[in-house]
């Protein structure tokens, strides 16, 4: 199956260290890349290569990877982090794209 | 900066056509690979076409195949989607997104605002 899979919500409070996952059989063959998403606008790419960090992405956002398991974490949540975040991944040839569910995350 | 912005977007009815518009400015347009994605309202991101950087390859995603097809006009750094037989499921935001350089795969670096497709009778 070519399909993410992302827990629909992930709930923290401040200052504490979110992790959201995301599973499937694309992963180990491919990067995973994560967006995040606030109401009504674009999605910033937060992590790509499943842990490089894009210029001007705080360094409280990190990823990881483990076979077909992939993990954005954010340490020390801010209430400014509260959004969707979704996974991505590809075929190996980048042909055929693919993205999780998404998972919203609140900030208690 | 960087930027993508889209247009085309609009209200159709079931069955017509429509094509999108994306124009890139302030990077080198015509050395990436560039992707649509759409997003159908309250629900997830869902990936729809990408064309090769000299926009000799173009893939789609499932959903739209045969219906939508993605190009590319690098003298005007501008991508396009033209849709046809659109359906209510096509009812969307729009986005296009720079993809990899060259032939290399990677994340979507950069994205439009996004173009509103509302299909409709």
């Known amino acids: 199956s070519d399909e993410l899979t992302q827990p629909p919500s992930v709930s923290v409070s401040p200052g504490q260290t979110a992790r959201l996952t995301c599973s499937g059989d694309p992963l180990p063959k491919h990067y995973a890349y994560w967006y995040q998403q606030k109401p009504g606008q674009a999605p910033v790419l937060v992590i790509y290569?499943?842990?490089e960090r894009p210029p001007g992405i705080p360094e409280r956002f990190s990823g990881s990877s483990s076979g077909t398991t992939v993990t954005l974490t954010i340490s020390g949540v801010q209430a400014e982090d509260e959004a969707d975040y979704y996974c991505?991944?590809?075929?190996?040839?980048?042909?055929?794209?693919?993205f999780g569910g998404g998972t919203q995350l609140t900030v208690l | 900066q960087v930027q993508l912005v889209e247009s085309g977007g609009g209200v159709v009815q079931p069955g017509r056509s429509l094509r999108l518009s994306c124009a890139a400015s302030?990077?080198?347009?015509?050395?990436?690979?560039m992707h649509w994605v759409r997003q159908a309202p309250g629900k997830g991101l869902e990936w729809v076409a990408v064309i090769s950087y000299d926009g000799l390859n173009k893939y789609n995603a499932d959903s739209v195949e045969g219906r939508f097809t993605i190009s590319r006009d690098n003298s005007k750094n501008t991508l396009y989607l033209q849709m046809s037989s659109l359906r209510p499921d096509d009812t969307a935001v729009y986005f296009c997104?720079?993809?990899?350089?060259?032939?290399?795969?990677?994340?979507?670096?950069?994205w439009g605002q996004g173009t509103e497709v509302t299909v409709s009778s």
């Open positions: 302030r990077f080198t347009f015509s050395r990436y690979m």
């Open positions: 290569k499943d842990s």
């Open positions: 997104a720079r993809g990899g350089e060259y032939n290399t795969p990677d994340g979507f670096h950069v």
């Open positions: 991505q991944s590809a075929d190996p040839s980048g042909t055929s794209w693919m």
